[in-house]
């Protein structure tokens, strides 16, 4: 069974970093992926704000979600490169995470994630944009 198929079937149990933090798979599909995580107190700094590091792994975890359907059966990914923007803090909630995929080449794919508060003005958290490798699989 493939990463792909098994996280269709298996959800967050599927990836041993979405059990560890819950983040769940809203959807998946040809270049787009959504995630939700509910901020919890053990996802805090020392100053009691979600750590930053959990923004980043989130959308990380959506851009490469977006991109595995893109793939061939033959080629995995790995992140080579990728810069985030902190735009607002957050120390409670359920964070929504979207990435989508800019252009997937031969060798190389590019990517955007947005994490946003789930709330009615959709807060925007940070902005992500990522490489990643497309690798050979054996």
């Not at 700094?45 to 977006?66: I, K, P, R, S, T």
């Not at 120390?91 to 794919?109: D, N, Q, S, Y």
């Amino acid at each position: 069974m493939t990463y792909l198929e098994n996280i269709r079937k298996n959800g967050k149990y599927a990836n041993p970093f979405f059990g560890l933090t819950g983040i769940d798979v809203v959807s998946m599909g040809e270049g787009r992926a959504m995630l939700k995580m509910a901020v919890r107190q053990d996802m805090h700094n020392g100053v009691g704000w979600l750590q930053g590091g959990m923004l980043v792994a989130l959308a990380d975890e959506a851009m490469a979600l977006a991109l595995y359907p893109l793939l061939e059966a033959s080629e995995g990914i790995a992140t080579i490169s990728e810069s985030t923007s902190f735009i607002k803090g957050v120390r409670e909630g359920t964070l929504i995470a979207e990435g989508r995929v800019i252009r997937k080449g031969r060798r190389v794919a590019f990517c955007e994630g947005e994490v946003r508060i789930d709330n009615t003005e959709k807060t925007v958290l940070s902005r992500t944009t990522a490489s990643f490798a497309v690798t050979a699989c054996t």
